[in-house]
């Protein structure tokens, strides 16, 4: 079978829109999630090991994703009863069941939208794609793991806290935060639009010099 290649969807651009069927029914993206963050992501297949891994590890976090409010979508190229078995495999062997929805994109046509079909994959195999996706089905970050290796579940939670912290404080967020170098867990001030605004930013915030400031928050 010849590579299927697409477009890749931008940072900042509105999730395209997609009917698809799960293992928990019919859902229509993002329209069914207004008002939550997403995690949309694709594994290459199922019953594959690096795979069962990252299922394992999201569903270990589960808690944690629903503290932050966060909706958890899988994708393969694999059919709903692929889906069902590999779960009930996952929850014999390794005492977890998976809980959030698996679409079955056995046509390839929702990863070719997403653009998750790369030249590494194999036919229409869908590589380790991750998007996050705000309340308002904005794509606010994407990730791209190659076949081999699985992703981080750790810096995944990071990013969706703070980005919600980032819209929350109007903030810009450092490097490594929350353990940042500089800064520790604190949170980059928006630099001033002009002149006149320069003083009073010296004087409400720790600041390195008047274009690099910052401010504890409470996370």
Not at 9 to 30: C, D, L, S
Not at 59 to 69: I, P, T, V, Y
Not at 87 to 109: H, M, Q, R, S, Y
Request: hydrophobic fraction near 40%; aromatic fraction near 12%; include cysteine.
């Amino acid at each position: 079978m010849s590579q299927v290649f697409s477009s890749m969807p931008r940072v900042g651009e509105k999730a395209p829109r997609f009917e698809a069927q799960t293992t928990y029914g019919k859902i229509v993206f993002p329209d069914d999630f207004k008002g939550k963050w997403v995690l949309f992501f694709s594994h290459p297949a199922d019953f594959t090991p690096v795979c069962t891994t990252e299922f394992y590890a999201f569903q270990k976090r589960m808690d944690q994703f629903q503290e932050l409010g966060v909706q958890l979508i899988g994708l393969s190229v694999d059919q709903v009863f692929s889906h069902i078995k590999w779960d009930e495999w996952i929850k014999e062997k390794l005492g977890i069941g998976i809980t959030f929805p698996i679409i079955a994109d056995n046509t390839g046509k929702i990863a070719a939208l997403y653009g998750m079909l790369h030249a590494q994959a194999e036919g229409t195999q869908a590589v380790r794609a991750t998007f996050i996706i705000d309340p308002n089905g904005i794509i606010r970050a994407i990730l791209y793991y190659p076949m081999e290796l699985g992703r981080n579940i750790d810096e995944i939670i990071r990013m969706i806290k703070a980005l919600q912290l980032a819209d929350r404080e109007k903030a810009a967020i450092p490097a490594n935060w929350p353990n940042n170098e500089i800064m520790g867990s604190k949170v980059i001030v928006p630099p001033p639009t002009n002149k006149k605004d320069i003083p009073e930013r010296l004087k409400n915030y720790e600041c390195l010099d008047w274009w690099l400031c910052y401010k504890s928050v409470t996370r």
